[in-house]
């Protein structure tokens, strides 16, 4: 069987990540033991966690005309993703602010930078079988893309407003418990509530069918961990997958994704996926 082609249309970061003992609370300052620059963004994230599960994957999005463009297209390109449909900008790459604490909890402010520049226009969904989104691009790109693809899996991160037709006309939407409370479950026939420690579940028409735990791990940093469960939700779906076993699936892959610091800094393979849920 030829694999399916997965698009991600999305956002691609540079993450500033400062790890922390405690996160600030509103009008704090606290002391960070370390600065890294990472490569993030959730669209960047998704496609390369769909990368490591070995997927087909094209990434769709929008950098600057600058260095930090040119690092995130040469990692993503490194790590398998054809970023050959990404346009380039004379505006700065995205940035990601982003504090991390000693328990892996995060807090993200994002300067979309280039990625406000990604247009309707720009979008080459040509010979996809499935596209993953975000909204970390503009709303009328997540618009146009689920009413030209064939098959659109949405991730509701950040939790922006969208017409009734847009949520309506998704094969999935994917959020957290945050990301579901504005959205019109009841009317929507296939919802993903993603819960942290606590696993997932999977809402028709506002009614959980399905749920599935995670498994116990020590997380180093939950930022990407989303992103990672996304793209193992959208392969299961573009596979053909049963669907619980694709909620499953991609709650191990989203726990496995905590293990190391970074948005893309612990990507797991099918096969790591495969292990943990056969030892749970
Ligand atoms: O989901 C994590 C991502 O959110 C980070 O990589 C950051 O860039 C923001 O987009």
New binding site residues.
């Given amino acids: 069987m030829t694999p399916p082609r997965i698009g991600v249309v999305g ?1 691609a ?3 500033l990540v400062a790890r922390c003992e405690a996160l600030p609370r509103p009008g704090e300052t606290v002391m960070a033991s370390s600065l890294a620059r ?5 669209g ?2 998704q496609a390369a966690a769909l990368a490591a599960l070995g997927a087909e994957v094209t990434f769709v999005g929008c950098v600057g005309a600058d260095e930090s463009g040119d690092w995130i297209l040469s990692g993503l390109a490194a790590r398998g993703v054809d970023v050959a449909r990404a346009v380039r900008r004379d505006v700065a790459t ?1 940035t ?1 602010l ?1 504090a991390v604490d000693a328990s892996g909890e995060n807090l ?1 402010v ?1 300067a979309p930078g280039a990625n406000d520049a990604l247009t309707p226009e720009a979008l080459d969904l040509a010979g996809l079988d499935l596209v993953l989104c975000q909204l ?1 691009v503009p709303v009328a790109v997540v618009e146009a893309v689920v009413a030209r693809a064939t098959a659109t899996v949405l991730n509701r ?1 950040p939790a922006r407003a969208l017409p009734p037709e847009t949520l309506a006309g998704c094969r999935a939407i994917v959020a957290n418990e945050h990301e579901t409370r504005s959205l019109p479950l009841a009317e929507l026939a296939h919802v993903v509530v993603t819960r942290g420690a606590e696993g997932a579940s999977r809402l028709e028409r506002g009614t959980e069918v399905a749920h599935a735990g995670s498994p116990r791990v020590t997380p180093v940093d939950t ?2 961990a ?2 990672v469960f996304c793209a193992a939700y959208a392969l299961g779906l573009a596979e053909g997958w049963d669907l619980d076993e694709t909620l499953r699936f991609a709650v191990a892959a989203g726990a496995l994704a905590t293990l190391a610091p970074g ?2 800094g612990s990507l797991p393979t099918r096969k790591e996926v495969e292990a943990c849920l056969d030892a749970s």
């Fill in positions: 956002s970061n540079v993450d990472l490569p993030g963004g959730k960047a994230n995205g990601a982003i993200i994002v970390e991160a930022v990407g989303g992103d948005a893309q």
